[in-house]
């Protein structure tokens, strides 16, 4: 089993920072892609950013310039440093990971999502 635990949402206003954290636990080999999506109420989930495990990262348009992801692969945790918020930013965001298992081969395991919030 693989646990993916999110945490670091919340009400900000516009302009302000949250940073998110998403802490992989179980039975992990290694991670390869990790990634943070999001989805806002009568929208489809979107990427936000990606990061491969050597550290090469991709971000939506929407968002380059202002969030930053990275990971600690030691940790098993990746993060979303969110700066310059702005109210589209709200959603429901989510952490994916791309998982090699001790046993049974790899998988994406996903967080429950956790709440940003950005008011104007």
């Known amino acids: 089993q693989v646990q993916l635990v999110e945490s670091g949402g919340g009400l900000v206003q516009a302009g302000g920072s949250l940073r998110l954290s998403c802490a992989a636990s179980?039975?992990?080999?290694?991670?390869?892609?990790m990634g943070w999506y999001r989805q806002a109420p009568g929208k489809q989930r979107e990427l936000v950013a990606a990061?491969?495990?050597?550290?090469?990262?991709n971000y939506a348009d929407s968002v380059k310039g202002r969030f930053t992801i990275s990971r600690d692969n030691a940790k098993n945790t990746g993060y979303l440093e969110m700066n310059s918020l702005k109210p589209e930013d709200t959603a429901v965001y989510y952490c994916?990971?791309?998982?090699?298992?001790?046993?049974?081969?790899?998988?994406?395991?996903w967080g429950q999502g956790t709440q940003v919030t950005v008011s104007s």
């Open positions: 990061i491969t495990s050597g550290g090469r990262t």
């Open positions: 994916s990971a791309d998982v090699v298992r001790v046993v049974a081969g790899g998988a994406r395991y």
């Open positions: 179980g039975s992990i080999f290694s991670i390869n892609a």
